[in-house]
């Protein structure tokens, strides 16, 4: 009897292929199948004349293929029109897309799943996209699964026909105009939607087989995409807990017997593939709730990410060291880049997350792992300022959850790799990241109350401290109904967490505040207290105290002045006024130096000893304001003598006896004398404070205090304004008259400067930059530099010879060579070199001299230091070993000095007559961008040099490109 109903399916599929004569005759036919199985609508029974004979159930994986093929590729084509004109075309799409009345029938969810493989093998038409997209919203994931294993075929066959199941359906329609419901986004949503609905079903009756079923089809989402691990995505990208997290996190606060969790836990656990398990939690991570601050410490933030980790353990269990997703999820913790959030959510997870008692099994491991990639010297020296702060912030929150006396905490304390590792940071060039070296460092020694003193103005160290204070697992989950947003945003951090807060949660919790990062308060003590600094100050004023004290005499000149600093010796009985002579010496240096700067020779007779008296200074007597006064004296000797005491002060820069403290005075006070003296008109870039009135303008030349930190960040300012400078369309492209414009500028204003007005005395000349820059700024600095080298490396030379521990290195801490005053000597020279662009020496001397010395510095070993360095995984060849500050200030100085030969004369001279030194600055500089962007570590390239390597080695090699472009053709290499 099958075989007779076999025959006469296939006589109905001869005769579509056949031509048909009549519209009966075809709706006759495509009648006779569909109401064989049941899915003829009620409306069409009246065409189905001759209805198949038989009584066994059909096979519809077999038979309806080739019927839905014949109507693809035969009927559709031929009377769709006549079918859409008589209102008849659902009767065809019955045969992919059954309607609503049929839908539960398993029939209906075996037509659908031949549809789908028949659709996507023929030659895909209008018709075939248009039930593609029908398909695609009636009958859902979910539907299909029960299609899938309702049937009574073997539990195997089952199995294939559900993994056979065609998931990419809108990518087989090409480059065709997409329906909406096949667009990328919109169609692997739904189907997000479709199997969480499908995973819930399940869960209800679970079964190894069902959770087999849902691997599988996560495997297949995992390989298209759909679990981006970015939470920045375009809505064109699709995204599976983007559409699904919200009514997951209802479903798992309704799931009272945790049968819907752990359907989830067995099947992310089930997962056959290691990185589908890692891809998944990393989508999960990214798409967890973002708090308004990493650092937040409200009672709303701590709620927030206690429920997050309370996720994270309803879909992967319990954190256990020795479970199967243990290294997986560790692999996603560990390599890849989060925030402190991310870093809170993890710990309160390990902790246990409010399910149980403190899961300190859990704990222990991940700090091991995360103090093993904390103390590593790769992630010091290279990882980046944000990747930093993330693993401090989880090591120090692991730490947070452990009472002080722990063995855990005491064994982490004492180990040698965290010891070392604690030196490493401190003696990093960023400051962000030396402050995780000295916040690991307070947390080993529990004195975060003189940490906090000593972070003062440093938000992220001060948050992260009060964050540690209290431990976020000992919150209520936030579920955004029941606690108020803060209000009070402005309260400082430290207000919040109060010594009461604190009281109480360790009342409720039983939660000691003594173990987390807050300091011991400090008993009692019985001494009177100590005088408050008004107190002090009447008493200073109190003559009858000061009885016998003989007053220091203000000087009036500047031998005076320099008897004062540079020979300090008192009489016997009168030592005690030696940091009087000191402290009023600089309190008047400066005003008595720039009163003297008007008035005869005195000033150029007695530069030389001030500047040697001066630079020498120490703060032995921890004087108020002595780092400022000492700079801005030495700053005015600068600008008001600059023949002299530049001379002098470059010499003083290469002496072996200074500091680098002593030495960053140096090199601020040639800048800022600079600064003073370049004519107004040619620092609308390099020095906008000028155009302010005068105290506003001493303001911001002395703002921030910190030598280092004002150097560099003028340095930045000029770099970024060289790469984004573009030409001007009219007078820039004449440069040669633009330059003899700009000179006849600076000699016409004789004729305004001597007509005063009547009752003023005319102002006595002052010396402009461009006059002596080349002369005594910038062309002795790079002499003396060079003369300086050579002789480091004839010392070196000479005890190459011995042991290592008597070997004489030129590069040790707090010399010139050093890379922290390298890379600030090189950050000076390029500020002198910007400010002195109009000079006439520029472009024949200066220029050249200032880029020999950039490539030089860049590419060539400057002490066996540091190429005999095997240790370092930075950059290979010529600029092996290099730190990443060395080659930024060197590209930097390049950039400025490409930037102005382009703006003065278009880069002719240089390009024509320094063409080697030209040629070779490109190939250096495109030689690190490529290694760059292969990924190349460079030794110190984290934290502040993470963007400005790379941007000033794009820089440099576009500006080559600019002025090779133009001279190509009159370029003679000479190499």
């Known amino acids: 009897m099958e075989d007779d109903t076999l025959a006469q399916i296939k006589s109905v599929i001869d005769s579509l292929q056949s031509p048909i004569a009549d519209h009966q005759i075809l709706l006759s036919l495509l009648c006779r199948p569909l109401d064989y199985i049941g899915l003829l609508p009620p409306q069409c029974r009246q065409f189905n004349l001759e209805p198949l004979q038989g009584s066994r159930v059909l096979d519809i994986a077999k038979t309806f293929p080739p019927l839905q093929r014949v109507l693809i590729e035969h009927v559709l084509p031929t009377w769709s029109t006549v079918l859409v004109d008589e209102g008849h075309l659902p009767l065809v799409d019955q045969y992919f897309c ?112 069902r959770i087999t079923s849902v691997t599988q089809l996560l495997m297949k989402l995992v390989n298209v995409g759909v679990f981006p691990s970015s939470s920045f995505l375009p809505q064109s990208q699709p995204s599976f807990f983007r559409s699904t997290l919200a009514t997951i996190r209802v479903k798992f606060r309704q799931d009272d017997d945790h049968s819907y969790s752990k359907f989830w836990t067995n099947t992310l656990i089930s997962l056959p593939s290691t990185v589908a398990q890692q891809t998944i939690f990393a989508s999960l991570c990214s798409s967890l709730a973002q708090l308004p601050s990493n650092l937040g410490v409200t009672a709303q933030d701590r709620g927030v990410v206690v429920q997050e980790s309370l996720l994270l353990h309803a879909m992967f269990g319990t954190l256990q060291p020795k479970s199967d997703v243990w290294n997986e999820v560790l692999g996603v913790m560990l390599s890849r880049d989060w925030k402190e959030s991310h870093a809170r959510i993890f710990v309160s997870w390990a902790a246990g997350a409010k399910t149980g008692p403190m899961n300190s099994e859990a ?14 010297p790769e992630h010091v020296k290279h990882s980046l300022l944000s990747r930093h702060y993330y693993v401090t912030s989880l090591l120090l929150l692991i730490v947070s959850y452990f009472p002080g006396q722990s063995e855990c905490v005491v064994s982490t304390a004492l180990s040698p790799s965290f010891v070392t590792a604690i030196g490493q940071y401190i003696s990093h060039l960023d400051n962000n990241i030396r402050r995780c070296g000295m916040l690991a460092a307070e947390a080993r020694t529990w004195i975060s109350e003189i940490g906090m003193e000593k972070a003062d103005g440093k938000p992220w160290a001060r948050d992260l401290r009060a964050l540690c204070s209290a431990r976020d697992v000992d919150f209520d989950p936030y579920t955004g109904d029941e606690l108020e947003p803060a209000t009070e945003e402005s309260t400082p951090t430290e207000e919040i967490i109060t010594a009461g807060v604190l009281d109480e949660a360790s009342v409720a919790t039983g939660y000691d505040s003594d173990d987390s990062l807050t300091g011991y308060a400090s008993p009692t003590s019985s001494r009177s207290a100590s005088p408050t600094p008004s107190e002090l100050d009447e008493m200073e004023k109190d ?34 006024q030696e940091a009087d002579k000191i402290e009023m010496a600089l309190n008047v240096a400066e005003e008595l130096i720039r009163k003297k700067s008007d008035y005869g020779t005195e000033l150029e007779e007695n530069a030389a000893n001030l500047v040697y008296g001066f630079t020498s200074l120490n703060d032995n007597f921890e004087l108020d304001c002595f780092e400022n006064n000492r700079q801005r004296t030495v700053n005015a000797l600068v600008a008001c003598c600059p023949r002299v005491s530049a001379a002098c002060i470059i010499e003083e820069f290469f002496s072996n006896q200074y500091s680098t403290e002593q030495r960053f005075v140096i090199l601020n006070a040639l800048v800022f004398g600079a600064r003073e003296l370049a004519p107004l008109n040619n620092q609308r870039t390099a020095f906008p404070s000028k155009t302010l009135p005068p105290a506003l303008h001493q303001k911001y030349l002395t703002a921030d205090g910190q030598a280092n930190g004002t150097v560099q960040g003028l340095l930045e300012g000029v770099t970024r304004a060289a790469i984004d400078r573009g030409k001007e369309a009219t007078a820039d492209k004449v440069p040669e008259f633009v330059r003899e414009r700009q000179l006849r500028i600076r000699i016409s204003p004789k004729v305004a400067e001597s007509s005063s007005l009547p009752g003023q005395t005319s102002q006595p000349h002052r010396t402009a930059f461009i006059d002596v820059a080349a002369e005594y700024f910038i062309m002795p600095f790079i002499n003396r530099f060079w003369a300086f080298l050579r002789d480091e490396q004839t010392r070196e030379e000479r005890t190459a010879h011995r042991d290592a521990l008597y070997r004489y290195h030129g590069a040790g801490t707090g010399l010139v060579l050093n890379p922290v005053v390298l890379s600030q000597f090189m950050g000076s020279l390029a500020l002198l070199v910007h400010a002195a662009q109009n000079a006439p020496q520029w472009l024949s001397i200066i ?71 030209l040629l070779g600055a490109g190939e250096w500089a495109g030689k690190i961008f490529e290694l760059l962007e292969k990924g190349t570590l460079v030794e110190g390239g984290g934290g502040v040099h993470e963007v400005r390597l790379r941007r000033a080695a794009a820089g440099v090699l576009l500006k080559v490109d600019e002025l090779t472009s133009k001279w190509r053709r009159s370029m003679v290499d000479v190499r």
């Open 98 to 209: 059954p309607d609503t009345f049929s839908f539960a029938l398993s029939a209906a969810g075996d037509v659908v799943l031949c549809a789908y493989s028949t659709l996507l093998s023929s030659v895909l038409t209008e018709e075939s996209i248009r039930l593609l997209a029908k398909l695609s919203t009636q009958y859902p994931i979910d539907r299909l699964h029960t299609a899938a294993f309702a049937s009574n075929d073997l539990s195997a066959r089952k199995s294939v026909r559900w993994d056979d199941f065609p998931l990419k359906a809108a990518n087989a329609v090409g480059t065709r105009d997409l329906p909406p419901e096949l667009e990328l986004a919109t169609y692997f949503n739904g189907f997000s939607s479709g199997t969480e609905r499908l995973i819930f079903t399940l869960s209800r009756s679970p079964s190894q087989d």
């Open 363 to 376: 704990l222990q491991a991940l700090l091991s792992r995360t103090l093993e990639m904390w103390c590593a």
């Open 543 to 576: 003559p009858t105290l000061r009885v016998g004290v003989k007053k220091i005499p203000r000087p009036v000149y500047l031998a005076q002045l320099g008897e004062m600093v540079r020979n300090a010796r008192v009489k016997p009985g009168e030592e005690s």
């Open 847 to 917: 220029a050249p001299g200032a880029l020999e010395l950039a490539v030089a510095l860049g590419t060539r070993p400057i002490s066996r230091a540091v190429s005999d360095d095997t240790g370092s995984t930075g950059l290979t060849g010529e600029a092996r070993g290099k730190e990443a500050s060395v080659l930024t200030a060197a590209l930097e100085l390049s950039l400025i000095v490409l930037d102005g030969c382009l703006e003065l004369d278009g880069g002719r001279s240089l390009g024509l007559e320094h063409t080697a030194l």
